[in-house]
């Protein structure tokens, strides 16, 4: 159990520092931000994060992306707009008759906008894409929009969970803030700033965070099509374990080392190698295991010990999302990240430029959108419940960028604390897990140059069904 519990726990702080996938997380900091700069209003409840946005909302908040908010409110009130549904108040008229008016949103039917209807992530990524400049049917369409959406910076954090909320809508606003419009000229909020519809002193705590990380991503640009990496990690770490036949009940507390290698190519079908060895030391004695992944042709392989085996990657997984979320962890986009940031303080030293990421609430909410993905695919081929929860306190990043603009390293500091319960339906296994992480990245190589060696896979077992399938495997590894 140590030695599953360890090997999770690491993979997933690697997963965290290497990933920026999202899920439905808490943006109250972000929500804060778009209110100073008039782009979201509360009521007497507050921003109602936890409640669906309407379409009347949606659009609404459209109409400001535009920096047509003054401009449709007075069309409306001098009777030069006019909306033609029964179904829109007062408060959201002037901007879907604005909409209309530039064909830019259509009603349900000819008498009704479904102003109160929920309005739907693909829905308001649609509305985004059209405040970039980007247009349906020349550069996206309804059925790929959420898809096109990720290769300008834009991912519905509500991926992983299905249900679009307000918290959902400012992370992916928040996001549209920082993406560049379609013609390349400049981003969205500075696009904005220059109209005049937002304030430049209030938008400055934004434009800021933007400039910054967008300098940051530059400098792993080439990593876009290939990275490789050496990572170690320090990892002190406190466990609590009980079964629920009474034939487990401890507490240990142990220190683990992580060391290894990443190497990932992105600008063809998605390829990964990791190679990291775990070793886990209780003050008396010391354990290491030995773990290799592989990601080729869209088939995951995995040696642990003696035990090799091979799974296709579309086991309930969408390699294309997968594929995309990789490029923008690895620099190719400049906005999906944004709103997990609370801040970003730089400095120079000898030469090169430090960045610190100081990560919001909001990231423990990411992580645990991942590890719901990972634990999916356990359940799906082991035969088991499980449950996992994920948190983050106090996490900070620091990426090294040297004198010629290139990403060298990153650091992380974060203190995790996880819970995690198994059950084959008879027993179950609970254990939670504390750890205070040390992390390290040192890039080796960027580019579209990087190749990866394949070991030969032909030893390695199919886990789909029989006795060895994953049942076995991780049964094996877990009790």
Not at 357 to 369: R, T, V
């Amino acid at each position: 159990m140590k030695r599953f519990l360890t090997i999770l726990l690491t993979t997933l702080a690697l997963a965290g520092l290497l990933c920026v996938t999202a899920s439905a997380a808490n943006f109250d900091g972000p929500a804060e931000e778009l209110a100073a700069i008039g782009m979201l209003k509360g009521g007497a409840g507050g921003f109602d994060l936890d409640k669906a946005p309407t379409r009347a909302q949606a659009a609404i908040m459209l109409v400001r992306l535009f920096g047509a908010e003054e401009e449709a409110q007075a069309a409306y009130a001098a009777g030069d707009l006019r909306c033609p549904f029964a179904d829109v108040n007062d408060t959201a008229a002037p901007s879907v008759a604005w909409l209309v008016d530039k064909g830019l949103a259509n009603g349900a039917s000819g008498t009704s906008f479904g102003a109160s209807d929920p309005c739907t992530g693909k829905a308001y990524t649609i509305f985004l894409l059209r405040a970039l400049g980007y247009k349906d049917g020349e550069d996206f369409t309804s059925a790929n929009a959420q898809e096109f959406a990720m290769t300008v910076g834009l991912l519905d954090t509500s991926v992983f969970t299905g249900t679009f909320l307000r918290d959902d809508l400012v992370a992916l606003t928040y996001q549209a803030l920082g993406a560049d419009l379609k013609d390349g000229g400049t981003y969205l909020l500075a696009s904005l700033i220059k109209s005049g519809a937002v304030d430049a002193a209030a938008a400055k705590p934004i434009t800021e965070k933007i400039e910054a990380y967008r300098a940051l991503q530059a400098s792993g640009a080439a990593a876009a099509q290939g990275l490789d990496t050496s990572v170690e990690a320090k990892v002190g770490m406190n466990m609590n374990l009980k079964s629920s036949d009474g034939s487990l009940d401890m507490e240990e507390k142990a220190d683990a080392e992580v060391k290894g290698r990443i190497q990932m190519v992105l600008d063809q079908d998605l390829q990964m190698a990791m190679d990291m060895t775990v070793t886990v030391s209780d003050g008396e004695t010391a354990e290491s295991e030995k773990m290799e992944y592989w990601l080729k042709d869209g088939v995951a392989y995995v040696r642990s010990g003696e035990d090799a085996y091979q799974m296709p990657m579309d086991m309930g997984m969408d390699v294309e999302t997968i594929c995309a979320m990789m490029e923008q962890a690895t620099g190719k986009t400049y906005a999906t990240m944004l709103p997990f940031i609370d801040s970003i303080t730089t400095k120079t030293s000898g030469g090169d430029t430090l960045y610190t990421l100081k990560l919001n609430d909001a990231f423990a909410g990411m992580i645990n959108g991942l590890t719901g993905q990972i634990l999916g695919l356990l359940e799906a081929g082991a035969d088991l419940d499980m449950e996992m929860s994920f948190s983050l306190d106090g996490s900070t990043i620091t990426y090294t960028v040297g004198k010629d603009g290139a990403l060298k390293s990153a650091v992380a500091d974060l203190t995790l604390k996880a819970g995690v319960k198994a059950s084959d339906g008879k027993d179950s296994l609970t254990a939670s897990v504390s750890a205070d992480l040390d992390m390290t990245m040192e890039v080796k190589a960027m580019g579209k140059d990087m190749k990866i060696s394949f070991p030969d896979f032909s030893d390695f077992e199919d886990v789909i069904g029989g006795a060895d399938g994953p049942t076995g495997i991780f049964a094996t590894a877990i009790y």
